[in-house]
């Protein structure tokens, strides 16, 4: 994955509670995003066309567009569309494909972005990185971070509950990611930043011990945020290495060999679970496993579709898809015998769990 622009500025605003999208057209007024009203509202087929229909009143200059498919064609095509007028912010409302391809056009644009999700599927909501398809394989190319970023409960509540749990996976995989950058710090002497692990760990930790569920305002507020301080780590890292390890190695794997079996999301806790078991940490594991579970969130193969012939494949081929990365799977270096072998192992620990 190429260097993101590293920054350690935070956005100018940060709003995660019930009824926010109210504030958003008083937000765009503010003299460091926009002076005029004269911004690019970005939506996808979902609730980002009824949250634009909201604001519009207040927005008489603004100019709306629908994208669709998260690819970077679109993403291109509405950079295209971005240079018919001057604007002041492109505004991306929806869920992470919506928002991935806002990032991306308003990047190359020049243009500062405010961040709208409706769901809590990943921490894409306020990363550098733009998740975008090209010729069928997701890439990741590196973006600038919103300038705002707004996450209403309303709105979150209202979509699928899949999407929005599988961002609690993407949360806990930064434990194994953080497990991974410590390993190649003491490996390869990979420089490490203590604020931007901070921010990351902070983050999962709060997710993996709170009590609560999607259900509960407290406990979605917590996950929204851990989200956020995911983005934030990356952007003062300059690479994703505080949230990326081997699980996204695996995720990416999965999402080339045998694409639309699961979320990013739901993969990458998956991905991070296997990969705290190979490393051989117990107690994070059982920590894990009883998150995931508790979630109803996948931690076996066959909870994504995938036969343990499959899964062994995309460990085998996982490296590959970051080949500048170390992580546990680089510095086990295991043949696909042995794989299957730790794989039936990691399978015998869920069942004992379940006991």
Excluded at 127 to 135: C, E, K, Q, R
Excluded at 261 to 281: I, N, P
Excluded at 318 to 340: C, G, K, Q, V, W
Aim: proline share 5%; charged share 20%.
């Amino acid at each position: 994955m190429p260097l993101l622009a590293r920054s350690v500025l935070t956005p100018l605003h940060i709003d995660v509670r019930r009824g926010a999208v109210a504030d958003l057209a008083a937000i765009l007024a503010d003299g460091r995003i926009s002076s005029g009203g004269d911004v690019a509202v970005v939506v996808g087929p979902g609730q980002g066309a009824q949250i634009a229909e909201l604001i519009r009143p207040s927005l008489r200059t603004a100019d709306v567009f629908t994208v669709s498919g998260g690819t970077l064609d679109a993403a291109d095509d509405l950079g295209g569309k971005l240079r018919a007028r001057s604007y002041d912010a492109v505004v991306g409302i929806g869920g992470g494909k919506t928002i991935d391809v806002a990032k991306y056009a308003a990047t190359r644009r020049g243009l500062p972005m405010v961040s709208v999700a409706t769901s809590l599927a990943n921490d894409g909501i306020a990363s550098p990185v733009a998740s975008l398809i090209t010729d069928g394989i997701k890439g990741s190319y590196g973006v600038h971070i919103p300038i705002a970023v707004i996450v209403d409960l309303d709105f979150v509540e209202s979509g699928p509950d899949r999407h929005n749990r599988a961002g609690i996976g993407d949360v806990i995989s930064n434990i194994s990611a953080l497990a991974d950058w410590e390993l190649a710090r003491q490996v390869r002497v990979e420089p490490f930043d203590g604020l931007a692990a901070s921010l990351s760990r902070a983050g999962a930790e709060a997710v993996l011990n709170h009590p609560g569920d999607m259900a509960d305002d407290a406990f979605v507020t917590v996950l929204a945020e851990a989200l956020i301080s995911s983005g934030l780590a990356m952007a003062i890292e300059g690479t994703s290495r505080p949230c990326s390890g081997g699980c996204h190695e695996i995720m990416h794997a999965i999402d080339a060999l045998f694409p639309g079996t699961a979320s990013h999301g739901e993969l990458a806790g998956l991905g991070a679970l296997f990969c705290t078991w190979l490393r051989g940490d117990l107690r994070r594991f059982r920590e894990m496993s009883a998150c995931l579970t508790r979630h109803g969130l996948p931690r076996l193969p066959a909870e994504v579709a995938l036969t343990d012939d499959q899964f062994v494949e995309a460990v085998q081929f996982a490296p590959r898809t970051r080949p500048d990365r170390y992580t546990i799977l680089e510095h086990l270096a295991l043949s696909p015998t042995e794989t299957r072998e730790r794989l039936a192992d990691y399978a015998g620990a869920i069942r004992d769990q379940l006991g």
